[in-house]
C-alpha cells in the first residue's frame, strides 16, 4: 500500500506537523510495508505564492492571513473559491464582513487567484506518486484548504481513497465535514493511534470498517459514523515523531531564508486541571479531557534525539498544561544537559519562584500561563482556580527569571459587573513595567467549552460566527454541526466599562518596554527605583521594618497576616502604622491589592528587552556536537549557520579568546579561514577571536530573536 499523508495551509511554515510525524512513524511501526511519503503543502504553498507574485507575497504574508487572522476566516476563504469552484465565491460577504469589523482583507484577496493553480499542482504532484491512500490532518484553518485538494484528487481519481483527521474532525465536526462532502471517503474522528491502523487493514482487506471507533464511512450512498469510543490513547502507544521529510522539504525549499525552524515535542495529552475544574470558556481537548503524560525520561530521549538529528536548539512542546512530574523528571535533564536550548511550554498560572526558576534554567524561555484576568471574581467564574493576586506574581516572577510569558485578558463572562473591572483597571498602570496581555479580548463561545455544553452557564442564544458565512456554502444547520466557534449574545461590560478596560490595556502594551520598577539592596536597607511609563522617576528608600514588609509581600499577605509574620520576625509594628504604610505604598503603585490581599511588583535586576528590530543580532548557541549562529547584521537577513564539523567546531572553542595565529596547526588555520570567509571570525595583528558571543539568557519578549 502507498500512503502519502499531507498538511495544507495553514500550517506554521517554522514547525513541522506533529500530525505527520507521528503517523508517518505510526504507520511504519504498525505496517512496516505500507510505503509513507508526505506532503508539505503550507511550504509549497509559501513557495508557490513567492514564485508566482514575483515576490510579492512573501511568507510574511502567509502569516498575516493563516496565523493573524485566524478568528476571521481569511485562509479558508482564500481557498474556498477552489472547494466551490467559483472565483468569486464569498468575496461580497467577505467584504461586508471586513468592513463591519474593521479587517484588512487586501493580503487575502492578492493571494486567492493563485489557489486554483496551486491546488491543481498539487494534485498533480501527489497523483505522479500513485498513492492508494491519501490522508490529511487538519486544525484551525485547514480545513477548506485541505476539502479542495480532496475534491480535486477524486476528481481525477475516483478510485483513490481520501482521509481526513485531526482536530476539525472531533465529535460532530467530523461527522458533519464527511456528509458534506461525498469525495471525502472516511473521516477519524479523536485520537488515530488505534483507529488509522484499523482503518488501513480494512482498506487493504476491502472489509467494511464497521469496528472502528469514531470513524465516519460511506455504506453505500449512505454516511455513516460509527460510536466514538471513551477510550484514549495511552502515553506508551504514542509515537515519538519522525521529521524527516519534513527536514528534506524544508532544505529545499526557498522559504527557509525566511523561517527560524523549531521542533515540536508532545509531553501529554488532556489536561489535568479541566478533568477537575473545566474553565468554563474553554474548547480545547474536545472529546479527549483526561490527562496522560509520557514520563519525563522518555520526553527527554525524543528531545534528545530530535535534536542531534535536526541541530535545531528550538523546541515546542504542544501540552495544553504542563505535567507536574516533569519538574522532577524532565525539567532537570533539560537543565542538565548544558544546551543552550529554547522551550515552550503552557502551564497553569500558580507555579511558585523555584518551579519558575527551574523552568528558565532548563531552557524555557516563553510559556503561556493561562492568566486570563486579574480580577479574582472573574477568574472565579471562569473556574481557573488562582486568584488575581497569584496572576500578578506569576508576571512578576518571569520578569526576574527572564521568561516571555505570552497571555490574554479575557472579559465577556456571563455575572460579571463593572464592579468587578474598576478596581482592576485602576491600578493596571502600576504594572506597565510587567509584561503585557496581546490585547483585551472579548470572549468567544468555543465548541466543547462548559459555556457551549452547559445552557445554565448564561450563553443560551448559539450559531455559528458570521466569519463562516464567507467560508462555507452550507445551511445554518450543517455548520452548526461542522465548525468550531459560535456567536451568542454579549454577555458581561459592555459599554463605558469595556471601553475603559482596552484603554488601559492598550496604554500597558504602549508603555511597557520604556518601564522598570527594580529592588536593590543597600545593606540592611531595600532601595525601589520607579522608571515606570506615567510615572515621575524617583527612588523610595526603606528601611527597619517597611523594608521587611516589602519583602514579605512578595508572596502576598494580608495586613493581619503581615502584622503576625513581621512580629514573628522579631519587628513588631502597631497595626494602624502598617496598614498606613501599606496605604501610602499602594498610592506610590509599588503593591497591587487583590481584594484584602496586596502583593509586592517591584522586580530583581535589570531585565533584557528586545530592541526595536532585531538587526545588529549576532549569536550563538550550543548543542550537543554542534553550534548555531544567528547573523543579522545586515539590515533585513537573518542568517542561521551550523557548524558541525569537529574542527570547525574545535577551532570555534579555541577563538573563544584572542589567539596567535601561528601557534595553530594546518587544520586549526583551515577552519580559521573558513570561518574569517563567514565573517565569524576577526583576524587582526596575526590573532584571530570568534565574533559571534554565546548568548544564554533571552531578552524579554523572546519571540522575535
Partial sequence: ???????????????????????????????????????????????????????????????????????????????????????????????????????????????????????????????????????????????????????????????????????????????????????????????AEYAFPALLRHL????????????????????????????????????????????????????????????????????????????????????????????????????????????????????????MAHFRDFLPRAAASGWDLRLHYEVKSNLTPDQLRLLADSGTVHIQPGIESLGS???????????????????????????????????????ETAEDYAPVVGQLAALVHLQPPSGAHRIQLERFSPHFTDLELGFRKRRPARMYSHVYDLPESELADLVYLFDTDDAGIGGAAEQRLGEAVAAWRAGHAQSRLLFEEDGADLLVHDRRHGWPAATHRFTGWRAAALRRLE?????????????????????????????????????????????????????????????GVLYHRRGPGFVTVMDRREPGTAVRLTLDHPALVAAFDLLAEPTPLDTLDPVQREAVRLLTAERLVRVEAGRAVALPPRIRRWPVPCTAI
Fill in 1 to 191: 500500500m502507498r500512503l502519502h499523508l499531507v498538511t495544507m495551509p495553514w500550517q506554521p511554515l517554522d514547525l513541522p506537523s506533529l500530525q505527520l510525524g507521528l503517523l508517518n512513524r505510526l504507520v511504519r511501526r504498525t505496517r512496516p510495508g505500507t510505503e509513507v511519503t508526505e506532503f508539505h503543502g503550507s511550504l509549497r504553498w509559501a513557495e508557490f505564492l513567492l514564485e508566482h507574485s514575483a515576490g510579492a507575497l512573501r511568507p510574511g504574508d502567509y502569516v498575516e492571513v493563516g496565523s493573524d487572522a485566524i478568528f476571521h476566516g481569511l485562509g479558508d476563504w482564500v481557498f474556498s473559491g477552489v472547494l466551490y469552484d467559483d472565483p468569486g465565491w464569498g468575496l461580497d460577504r467577505l467584504r461586508a464582513y471586513a468592513a463591519d469589523r474593521d479587517v484588512p482583507v487586501a493580503t487575502a484577496l492578492a493571494m486567492r487567484p493563485h489557489a486554483a493553480a496551486f491546488t491543481a499542482a498539487c494534485a498533480a504532484e501527489i497523483l505522479a506518486a500513485e498513492p492508494d491512500v491519501v490522508g490529511f490532518t487538519t486544525t484551525f484553518m485547514q480545513n477548506v484548504s485541505s476539502l479542495a485538494l480532496a475534491r480535486e484528487l477524486k476528481s481525477r481519481r475516483p478510485g483513490l481513497t481520501v482521509v481526513l483527521g485531526g482536530s476539525n474532525c472531533d465529535g460532530p465536526m467530523g461527522h458533519a465535514l464527511h456528509r458534506n462532502h461525498p469525495f471525502v471517503d472516511h473521516v477519524v474522528r479523536g485520537e
Fill in 204 to 323: 487493504e482487506a476491502g472489509t467494511a470498517p464497521v469496528d472502528v471507533p469514531g470513524l465516519c464511512w460511506w455504506d453505500g450512498p449512505v454516511p455513516r459514523a460509527n460510536t466514538e469510543t471513551r477510550r484514549t490513547v495511552a502515553p506508551a502507544d504514542i509515537p515519538s515523531p519522525d521529521y524527516d521529510q519534513w527536514q528534506e522539504a524544508l532544505d529545499a525549499s526557498p522559504v527557509r531564508e525566511f523561517v527560524h525552524p523549531k521542533l515540536v515535542v508532545e509531553g501529554a495529552r488532556g489536561c489535568w486541571w479541566g478533568e477537575k475544574h473545566h474553565c468554563t470558556f474553554c474548547g480545547l481537548n474536545g472529546s479527549a479531557m483526561a490527562f496522560r503524560a509520557k514520563p519525563g525520561e522518555r520526553l527527554w530521549a525524543e528531545v534528545d534525539r530530535l535534536v542531534r538529528r535536526h541541530r535545531l536548539l528550538d523546541v515546542v512542546t504542544v501540552d495544553n498544561i504542563l505535567d
Fill in 377 to 415: 471574581r472573574v477568574l472565579d467564574l471562569m473556574d481557573k482556580g488562582v486568584t488575581a493576586a497569584r496572576n500578578v506574581r506569576t508576571l512578576r516572577e518571569c520578569e526576574n527569571h527572564a521568561l516571555t510569558c505570552s497571555w490574554n485578558l479575557l472579559y465577556g463572562f456571563p455575572g
Fill in 555 to 615: 508572596d502576598g499577605r494580608t495586613v493581619a497576616a503581615l502584622h503576625r509574620l513581621l512580629a514573628a520576625d522579631g519587628q513588631p509594628v502597631p497595626a494602624d502604622s502598617l496598614a498606613e504604610w501599606v496605604r501610602h505604598a499602594l498610592a506610590l503603585g509599588l503593591l497591587f491589592r487583590d481584594g484584602g490581599t496586596y502583593v509586592a511588583l517591584p522586580t530583581w535586576g535589570e531585565p533584557d528587552r528586545l530592541p526595536d528590530g532585531a538587526d
